[in-house]
């Protein structure tokens, strides 16, 4: 006789040897061990969820219209008691979380101005536009240019320029790329039926392109979301003067 994993007995056959302890012991290892990360994984998703709720915007990827959330509303308490966040303080934990990505402080801090500026002019989350920049151009360079044309932090097309009154039609300044790379996010989200499919079309995934694995474009740019919803949480402000 001899005890199984799960604390049962089973018999071996004397004279013989026999395999079956082991093989039993493998698999009953196998189907309790995923256990502890599924566990964990179930917890950062929803650590990270609970993140993007008090930031005040609710983001799924098949969620239809996707809207801007008060968290007052959200949790039914009163606006007095729960402040939405400050636009500079998200600039400045954006500006923080840039400077992992560039060594330029300026260009860090200008990104962060214009991500907050223009998430509040389009009612689009900060984090989900960081996200998005991050997955076009990661080492947030703002002359970046790809084969096909398309330029700046947000790797805006050529015939975008101009067409969303922004300041300038430079694809290649920091306000105005991003200015016009929010504005073509934001109406693809007006016309898409949920955030997964306007993230494809942003990146130019529609049927009959040849752009390739662009299916996987919306999952990266929610992943990107979450890290920086994450690594916003976790800095701190200064003290005041």
Same mark, same amino acid.
């Given at each position: 006789?001899?005890?199984?994993?799960?604390?049962?007995?089973?018999?071996?056959?004397?004279?013989?040897?026999?395999?079956?302890?082991?093989?039993?012991?493998?698999? #009953?290892?196998?189907? @309790?061990?995923?256990?502890?990360?599924? *566990?964990? /994984?179930? !917890?950062?998703?929803?650590?990270?969820?609970? +993140?993007?709720?008090?930031?005040?915007?609710?983001?799924?990827?098949?969620?239809?219209?996707?809207?801007?959330?008060?968290?007052?509303?959200?949790?039914?308490?009163?606006?007095?008691?729960?402040?939405?966040?400050?636009?500079?303080?998200?600039?400045?934990?954006?500006?923080? #979380?840039?400077?992992? @990505?560039?060594?330029?402080?300026?260009? *860090?801090? /200008?990104? !962060?101005?214009?991500?907050?500026?223009?998430? +509040?002019?389009?009612?689009?989350?900060?984090?989900?536009?960081?996200?998005?920049?991050?997955?076009?151009?990661?080492?947030?360079?703002?002359?970046?240019?790809?084969?096909?044309?398309?330029?700046?932090?947000?790797?805006?097309?050529?015939?975008?320029?101009?067409?969303?009154?922004?300041?300038?039609?430079?694809?290649?300044?920091?306000?105005?790329?991003?200015?016009?790379?929010?504005?073509?996010?934001?109406?693809?989200?007006?016309?898409?039926?949920?955030?997964?499919?306007?993230?494809?079309?942003?990146?130019?995934?529609?049927?009959?392109?040849?752009?390739?694995?662009?299916?996987?474009?919306?999952?990266?740019?929610?992943?990107?979301?979450?890290?920086?919803?994450?690594?916003?949480?976790?800095?701190?402000?200064?003290?005041?003067?």
């Amino acid at each position: 006789m001899y005890q199984r994993p799960d604390g049962g007995l089973s018999r071996v056959t004397p004279g013989k040897t026999s395999l079956r302890p082991v093989r039993e012991r493998d698999r #009953v290892e196998q189907l @309790y061990r995923p256990r502890w990360r599924r *566990a964990l /994984r179930v !917890a950062v998703h929803g650590t990270a969820l609970s +993140l993007l709720l008090a930031a005040g915007t609710v983001w799924t990827l098949d969620q239809q219209h996707p809207a801007f959330t008060k968290p007052a509303e959200l949790l039914r308490l009163p606006g007095a008691i729960i402040n939405a966040p400050r636009s500079s303080e998200d600039a400045f934990r954006i500006g923080q #979380v840039l400077r992992r @990505y560039t060594r330029n402080g300026d260009v *860090a801090d /200008r990104i !962060a101005e214009a991500v907050v500026s223009e998430g +509040l002019r389009r009612k689009i989350d900060p984090a989900l536009l960081v996200g998005v920049m991050l997955v076009e151009t990661d080492n947030l360079n703002p002359r970046a240019r790809s084969f096909v044309g398309a330029r700046g932090l947000m790797q805006v097309m050529p015939f975008h320029a101009g067409r969303w009154r922004c300041s300038s039609s430079d694809l290649y300044d920091i306000e105005a790329n991003i200015c016009h790379g929010v504005s073509v996010l934001a109406d693809n989200i007006k016309r898409a039926p949920n955030l997964r499919t306007a993230l494809q079309r942003y990146n130019g995934c529609v049927r009959g392109s040849n752009t390739p694995n662009c299916t996987a474009y919306s999952g990266k740019v929610m992943k990107a979301t979450t890290k920086t919803s994450l690594q916003m949480m976790a800095i701190d402000m200064p003290p005041e003067d």
